[in-house]
C-alpha cells in the first residue's frame, strides 16, 4: 500500500515536472517576443537591421558547417577505414563539442594565433623581426574567417564520429559488386558509399549548422563592430542598447530561420533511423594501414590543419595553464584556488548544473514513457518532434524573456531555463535506449501489474536506468559549460564557474582563465565521459 502511494506521488510530479518545463518555455519564449506588440515605442528598428545580423548568421552557420564536414567527413574515413598512430586518440576528442565549453576554444585560439599569440611571436623571432613593432602576421582572427575556422574546426569531431559510427556498420555488398566490376575507390565513394551515408552527413550537417547558427560567446569574443549574429544581436539590444523591442524582433528571427533549419535536421535524422537496418558488415577494414602515397598525402591534407586548428588551441589552453610568469609553475591554479569565489563558482556549478541535469532528466523519462505508451509502432512521428523545438529556440532568448518577465535574474531562473532546454537532450538518450525494450515485454508487464504506472516502476524504470544516469551526465556536462545564460541573466553575487573563467579571459588574466577552464573542462569531460560509458 506504501508504495502503491509513494508510486502515484513520484508519477504525480514527475508529469508536473515536465508540464512545468514546457510552460516555461512557452511563457519565456512568449515573454520575449511581447514588446512587438508594444504600440508606441522608442525603438529604432528597421527592416535592415534585422536582415543583415540574419543573413551574417546563417552566412556565418554555413561556411562552418562546410568546414566541418569537410574535415569531420574525410577523417571518418580514415578512422572508419584505416589503422594509423593516433586512431584512439582522436575519437577520444570527439567529445570536445559536446562536453568542452566554446569560451576555452575561444581561449585557445586567441592564446595560439591571437597578436601576441605563440605562433605570431615564433614567426617574428623565426624572421628576425621580433622587438621591432612589425606587424603580428597572422591577423585573421578578429574577422569573419577567424570565426568560422573556429566553430568549423570546434565542430568537425561531431561530424568526424557520427560518420565513423555509421561507416563501420556499412553492408559491404554493394561495396563488393562494385568491386568486381572494375569500380576504383573514389568512384565507389561517390557512387555508394556517399549515398550510404548521405542521411548521417545531412544530419550531421543541420546539427553543426543550428550549434553555430546559436554560437555566442566566440562571436562575440571575435566578431568585427561592423558585423553581428542574431544571438549577440539580442544580448546587445538587452544589455547595451536597452532597446526591447528591437531585441524581440532579433529573438523572432532567430527562432523562425531556426525552426526551418530544425524541420530538415528533424527529416533527415527519422531518415538516418529508417536506413539504419543492416545486415552485414564489412568487417574491420580499420586495420588496414595507408594503401599508397596518394592516401598519404590525403592523410596529410586533412590532419595537419586538423592539429593547427583544433589541437593547437587545445592544448594552448593546457599549457598557458602551468605558465606564470614566463615560468612553469603551478602558480596560476594556486592563485585561482585560493580565491574564495572560485569556490562559490564551483559549488554554484555543482548545485545548479545537477539540479537542472535531475529536472531534464525527469522530465524526458515522461515524455519518453508517454510517447512509448501511446506511439509504440512509431506511426506519429510528430510526437517525436516535440523535442526537437527547443532546438529551435537559443539559450539568450529564453533568458531575454525571464530578464523582461522578471528584470532580476535569480540561480532559480538559470535552473528553470538550462532544464526547459535540456530535457529534448536527455529525451534522446532515454528514449533511444526506450525503443530498445521489446513490445512483447510491455505487454507482458501490463498484462501482470495492478496499473499502468507499476508496470513502469518495476519495468521500465530499471531497463532504462544506465540510459538515465548517462542522461544525466550529458545534462549535467552541457549545464556546467553554459556561459551564456549566466551572463545574459546577470544574477547579483552569483556566478559559475563558465561565467567565472568568462571574466578572467575578459580582464586579460589568461594564465588564471587556462587555470580555471582547465578545471571547469575536467569536470564537463568526466561527466560527459560518464553519460558515454553508460550509453
Known amino acids: 500500500m506504501f508504495f502503491k502511494v509513494f508510486r502515484r506521488v513520484i508519477t504525480a510530479g514527475s508529469v508536473f515536472i515536465f508540464i512545468s518545463l514546457c510552460l516555461i518555455f512557452v511563457l519565456f519564449l512568449g515573454e520575449a517576443l511581447t514588446p512587438l506588440t508594444a ?56 567529445a570536445v563539442p559536446l562536453s568542452v565549453p566554446p569560451l576555452l576554444i575561444a581561449l585557445g585560439f586567441v592564446l595560439a594565433f591571437g597578436t601576441g599569440g605563440t605562433l605570431n611571436r615564433l614567426i617574428l623571432v623565426l624572421t628576425g623581426t621580433a622587438g621591432t613593432g612589425a606587424k603580428p602576421p597572422l591577423g585573421f582572427l578578429y574577422s569573419f574567417w577567424g570565426i568560422v575556422i573556429v566553430q568549423g574546426f570546434y565542430n568537425f569531431p561531431l561530424v568526424m564520429r557520427l560518420c565513423t559510427d555509421v561507416w563501420q556498420r556499412l553492408p559491404c555488398d554493394e561495396a563488393d559488386a562494385a568491386r568486381l566490376l572494375g569500380a576504383s575507390e573514389w568512384k565507389l565513394f561517390r557512387t555508394v558509399t556517399l549515398y550510404q551515408l548521405a542521411p548521417t552527413i545531412a544530419s550531421s550537417a543541420m546539427l553543426v549548422f543550428l550549434y553555430c547558427f546559436f554560437s555566442f560567446i566566440i562571436v562575440l569574443l571575435f566578431g568585427l563592430a561592423g558585423g553581428t549574429t542574431l544571438e549577440v544581436a539580442v544580448y546587445r539590444s538587452l544589455r547595451a542598447s536597452l532597446d526591447f523591442k528591437q531585441g524581440a524582433f532579433f529573438a523572432l528571427a532567430e527562432t523562425l530561420i531556426a525552426l526551418c533549419f530544425v524541420l530538415l535536421y528533424a527529416r533527415f535524422e527519422f531518415s538516418g533511423r529508417r536506413s539504419a537496418g543492416i545486415a552485414r558488415k564489412c568487417g574491420k577494414l580499420q586495420g588496414r594501414k595507408l594503401q599508397n602515397p596518394k592516401e598519404g598525402l590525403f592523410f596529410a591534407a586533412v590532419f595537419i590543419p586538423v592539429i593547427l586548428f583544433f589541437f593547437v588551441p587545445l592544448f594552448s589552453v593546457s599549457a598557458n595553464a602551468f605558465i606564470y610568469k614566463k615560468s612553469l ?79 532580476r535574474g535569480s540561480p532559480l531562473f538559470l535552473i528553470a531555463a538550462q532544464s526547459a532546454l535540456g530535457w529534448p537532450l536527455a529525451f534522446r538518450y532515454i528514449s533511444s535506449a526506450m525503443d530498445r525494450i521489446p513490445q512483447s515485454t510491455l505487454n507482458a508487464a501490463r498484462l501482470l501489474s495492478a496499473d499502468f504506472s507499476d508496470s513502469v516502476f518495476r519495468i521500465q524504470l530499471p531497463l532504462l536506468r544506465r540510459s538515465i544516469l548517462s542522461a544525466f551526465g550529458f545534462c549535467f556536462a ?23 573563467t568568462y571574466r578572467l579571459a575578459g580582464s586579460y588574466r589568461f594564465n588564471e582563465a587556462c587555470a580555471a577552464g582547465s578545471i571547469l573542462a575536467l569536470l564537463t569531460i568526466l561527466f560527459f565521459i560518464l553519460g558515454d560509458r553508460l550509453k
Open 478 to 500: 552541457a549545464a556546467s559549460a553554459d556561459a551564456s545564460l549566466p551572463l545574459i541573466l546577470s544574477i547579483p553575487r552569483f556566478e559559475t564557474l563558465a561565467l567565472f
Open 39 to 94: 504600440a508606441q515605442s522608442t525603438s529604432s528598428f528597421s527592416l535592415v537591421s534585422v536582415v543583415r545580423p540574419a543573413w551574417y548568421t546563417i552566412k556565418i552557420a554555413a561556411v562552418s558547417t562546410v568546414i566541418a564536414l569537410i574535415f569531420g567527413t574525410a577523417a571518418a574515413f580514415f578512422t572508419a577505414n584505416r589503422s594509423f598512430f593516433g586512431r584512439r586518440f582522436l575519437l577520444v576528442f570527439s
Open 329 to 407: 609553475s603551478f602558480a596560476a591554479f594556486g592563485t585561482v584556488l585560493s580565491r574564495r569565489s572560485f569556490w562559490l563558482s564551483l559549488k554554484n556549478t555543482v548545485w545548479t548544473s545537477a539540479l537542472s541535469a535531475a529536472l531534464a532528466v525527469i522530465g524526458a523519462c515522461v515524455y519518453a514513457v508517454f510517447v512509448r505508451a501511446v506511439d509504440p509502432f512509431k506511426t506519429k512521428p510528430r510526437l517525436r518532434l516535440v523535442p526537437l523545438v527547443p532546438m529551435a529556440v537559443s539559450s539568450i532568448v529564453i533568458g531575454f524573456g525571464m530578464i523582461l518577465f522578471f528584470r
